[in-house]
Antibody, heavy 118, light 110 residues
Framework: QVQLQESGPGLVKPSETLSLTCSVS????????WSWLRQPPGKGLEWIGY???????HSNPSLESRVTMSVDVSKNQFSLRLKSVTAADTAIYYC????????????WGQGTLVAVSS | QSALTQPASVSGSPGQSITISCTGT?????????VAWYQQHPGKAPKLMVY???KRPSGVSNRFSGSKSGNTASLTVSGLQAEDEADYYC??????????FGGGTKLTVL
């Protein structure tokens, strides 16, 4: 069974950079695509982007200029950096495995709340 | 890239059937059979219920079924049960390796 766990600061100051890591167990990070999604409190889901183990990435056009994703094969982890954050970036951030055969996100982390506030 | 349109809420009694619509455009739902539906219970992560419009992952009840016509996809839940009460989100491939979600629909089992 694939399991994902997000980690990172729960509070980030405005204009700074949000950094999160997703640790994967039960699957090799070299075998699949891996994604980040977010959900502002009480609101809907938003796809942020996904990364392949080779480093190839694709991002939501609305966030592309602020998003950087990376993968660490040796640690079976992948990471998200979102720069120049504002209060609008306050959300529960999820990492998920993207199933390219199904065109769907089939395994999700539990999510981590990141608040942007001074 | 605009969010897909879903009704804010739907409701039904136990044993009944309900349908949730998801309207996109010819650039997303209308162009690709790559629509998925996710169920989210309060405080939990989303769960994949339907993928590629009509397919179900192993372990998902056959009471959940998907369909699509033109720019609108639909999720039907038959034989409603109390445990089906949750938020449901549609998601479509939107071209150029990007994805777009709907705003979500709250299903209430009366």
């Amino acid at each position: 069974q694939v399991q994902l766990q997000e980690s990172g600061p729960g509070l980030v100051k405005p204009s700074e950079t949000l950094s999160l890591t997703c640790s994967v167990s039960g699957a090799s990070i070299s075998s699949y695509y891996w994604s980040w999604l977010r959900q502002p409190p009480g609101k809907g889901l938003e796809w942020i982007g996904y990364i392949y183990y080779s480093g190839s990435t694709h991002s939501n056009p609305s966030l592309e200029s602020r998003v950087t994703m990376s993968v660490d094969v040796s640690k079976n982890q992948f990471s998200l950096r979102l720069k120049s954050v504002t209060a609008a970036d306050t959300a529960i951030y999820y990492c998920a495995k993207y199933n390219s055969a199904w065109y769907g996100f089939d395994f999700w982390g539990q999510g981590t709340l990141v608040a942007v506030s001074s | 890239q605009s969010a897909l349109t879903q009704p804010a809420s739907v409701s039904g009694s136990p044993g009944q059937s309900i349908t949730i619509s998801c309207t996109g455009t010819s650039s997303d739902v209308g162009s690709y059979d790559r629509v998925a539906w996710y169920q989210q219970h309060p405080g939990k992560a989303p769960k994949l219920m339907v993928y590629e419009v009509i397919k179900r992952p192993s372990g998902v009840s056959n009471r959940f079924s998907g369909s699509k016509s033109g720019n609108t996809a639909s999720l039907t839940v038959s034989g409603l049960q109390a445990e089906d009460e949750a938020d449901y989100y549609c998601c479509s491939y939107a071209g150029s390796s990007t994805w777009v979600f709907g705003g979500g629909t709250k299903l209430t089992v009366l």
